[in-house]
């Protein structure tokens, strides 16, 4: 099983011992990241999909792992549903080895897909079980992104089991606010960095003064924002045809995307906000001659 | 402008970000206290009865924030005092906050009479 070009030990099926790895060894393991939320249906799955292909673009080794046990989407998300063998849970299980329920992108070659078991609970495996599982990757991948359930429970602390970091997805809605401010809570007693990414902003309605703004929202939950996604058609063509959105250029959900990636590899690059502005500054956007 | 035209014709509506955001900010109060809403205003009292036992305070103004800094839980608990001499009448100070908190003033005055007498 040839996963790399470039030669990653602990990949190859043959060979389990812990070899320098494609990111030379211990000193430069990888990062977890973990996506969560607290509430469903905000965007976390689209999130992890999006932010892995952008990282991918970037030149960074990719590792997206679907962390929802029994409810599995990230697959088809990113267009690999027919090319599902193993999953996490056989690897936690140690039922096959970890290179091989690695699935590679179609589109990139540094994009891997590690799925969920469609058939298991949530509570087949525990959380060392999970941590000892991601961690045999850290070595392989510069990122590796884990999409979490909804929810505070099991499968939560499951995907929080190994990751260093966490990005919280939010949309500008007071049910959504409210659980990610939980989810704040409960990742900083674990140690875990979060940080915010706001998802699905429609600027004209803060504009009206009938959405909260990003500068409300970051008054409310007083956690860095790593990023900012306007609401935008392109998400939902995009996963019908199961190809990550920061491949369509002329998305702007895509663009947004792409710069999250590039702060999380510690790129600083402001959060541009459309709520404000002068009137000709609006109507030259509405007409598409100003940014 | 068109903001202004909008609300001639439609009539002034007041805007849900206002709400969505005083609502929030008030129940995650709770949330990050981890209190029941019975408890939080318990807590409220008896925080308000101590510290009326040494200062007058404005309990109109008196307000309970959790906050959550990048490394530490904050309670915040905001208090306006009026300072000794305003009991005494010698304040310089605005008499719209005087006004408010006169009830206050005349309890603890009420109280402290009581202290001198006991």
């Not at chain 1, 029994?70 to 056989?90: K, P, Q």
């Not at chain 1, 602390?157 to 990005?167: E, F, H, T, W, Y």
Request: glycine fraction near 8%; aromatic fraction near 6%; proline fraction near 2%.
């Amino acid at each position: 099983l040839q996963l790399f070009e470039v030669e990653g030990d602990s990949m190859s099926p043959r060979n389990g011992t812990t070899g320098s790895g494609t990111l030379g060894g211990q000193k430069n393991m990888g990062q977890v990241i973990v996506i969560t939320s607290g509430k469903g249906g905000v965007g976390k799955t689209t999130t992890t999909a999006s932010l892995g292909a952008a990282l991918a673009l970037l030149g960074k080794k990719t590792l997206v792992i679907d962390a929802d046990i029994g409810l599995r989407n990230l697959d088809v998300i990113l267009g690999l549903e027919n090319r599902i063998v193993f999953n996490l849970v056989d690897v936690a299980k140690g039922a096959c080895k970890p290179g091989q329920a690695l699935i590679r992108s179609k589109k990139s070659q540094n994009l891997y897909l590690l799925p969920a078991s469609q058939t298991d609970e949530k509570d087949v495996v525990s959380e060392e079980q999970v941590k000892k599982a991601i961690d045999q990757y850290r070595r392989d991948f510069h990122f590796v992104l884990v999409d979490s359930p909804a929810g505070i429970e099991q499968g939560f602390k499951n995907a929080c089991a190994a990751a260093q970091r966490a990005i919280i997805v939010t949309t500008p809605e007071v049910s959504a606010i409210r659980d990610a401010d939980r989810v704040v809570g409960l990742l900083s007693a674990r140690g875990v960095d979060a940080e915010l990414l706001i998802n699905r902003v429609d600027f004209n309605m803060v504009r009206q003064g009938d959405m909260l703004s990003i500068e409300d929202v970051q008054d409310i939950l007083g956690i860095d924002i790593i990023g900012v996604v306007e609401r935008d058609e392109t998400i939902i063509i995009a996963a019908n045809n199961g190809e990550p959105v920061v491949y369509n250029n002329k998305s702007k959900a895509g663009d947004a995307f792409s710069r999250i990636a590039r702060r999380v590899c510690g790129e600083s690059i402001p959060i541009p906000d459309f709520s404000g502005g002068s009137l000709w500054n609006r109507l030259g956007r509405r007409i598409g001659m100003a940014s | 402008v068109f903001e202004a035209l909008r609300k001639t014709i439609f009539g002034s509506r007041k805007a849900s970000r206002s709400n969505a955001k005083n609502r929030l900010q008030f129940v995650l109060v709770q949330d990050r206290a981890g209190l029941t809403n019975e408890e939080m205003s318990a807590f409220k009292k008896e925080l308000v009865a101590v510290i009326e036992k040494y200062f007058v305070i404005d309990e109109q103004g008196f307000d309970i924030d959790y906050q959550r800094n990048s490394d530490n839980t904050v309670l915040l608990i905001n208090s306006p005092v009026i300072v000794k001499r305003d009991v005494a009448g010698n304040s310089t100070g605005d008499t719209q906050y005087k006004q408010r908190s006169r009830k206050n003033r005349n309890r603890a005055a009420a109280r402290a009479a009581a202290n001198l007498s006991s």
